[in-house]
């Protein structure tokens, strides 16, 4: 814990993170700029100094169809709603699976749940909501790779 505060990413997070990063800066043509420690969003996607898109990245391991949703904290899908609907900013997770790297855009209506808390590296008395994206929403970028980010549609 530091200032009260959990800190859930380790050196090994970073560098997954680093490395999705610049695949999608590649993929995307833009800038990936890393957000401070405790910035809502990972990255922020940029071209000239303009906000493209906040970025959240995840690496599973595990295949895109292992499961059929992905969590997200509710406090994270909220701040991506409110930051769409006031700026027309365009919020994004990005998850590597195993066997390909895949995102979905944070607009939409999800089912919550209550999570267990014993997920790895957390405290099992660590309870909080969480929504549940269905892989369905999910588009695959090493198949559908937008040319930029002004390509990513509505889904």
Same mark, same amino acid.
């Given at each position: 814990?530091? #200032? #009260? !505060? ?7 997070? !970073? ?11 590649? =993929?995307? @043509? ?12 990972? !990255? ?14 995840? $690496?599973? =391991? ?14 994270? *899908?909220?701040?991506?709603? *409110?930051?769409? =609907? ?9 998850? @590597? ?5 895949? !995102?979905?855009?944070?607009?939409? $209506?999800?089912?919550?749940?209550? =999570?267990? /808390? /014993? ?12 929504? *549940?994206? +269905? ?10 790779? +937008?040319?930029? *980010?002004?390509?990513?549609? @509505?889904?």
């Amino acid at each position: 814990m530091s #200032g #009260g !505060y959990k800190v859930l990413e380790n050196e090994q997070d !970073y560098l997954n993170e680093k490395a999705i990063a610049k695949q999608l800066a590649v =993929s995307w @043509q833009c800038e990936m700029e890393k957000q401070p420690k405790f910035a809502t969003f990972d !990255y922020i996607a940029m071209r000239e100094k303009t906000i493209l898109a906040f970025v959240e990245v995840r $690496k599973r =391991s595990h295949k895109i169809n292992a499961f059929p949703d992905v969590y997200i904290n509710l406090k994270k *899908l909220l701040e991506a709603r *409110l930051l769409e =609907s006031a700026t027309d900013t365009k919020c994004l997770f990005v998850v @590597q699976f195993v066997d390909c790297l895949a !995102y979905c855009r944070l607009n939409k $209506k999800l089912q919550l749940i209550k =999570s267990t /808390g /014993g997920w790895k590296r957390r405290n099992p008395n660590d309870v909080e909501e969480v929504a *549940l994206i +269905p892989i369905s929403q999910f588009q695959k970028i090493h198949c559908a790779v +937008p040319r930029s *980010l002004s390509q990513v549609n @509505q889904r």
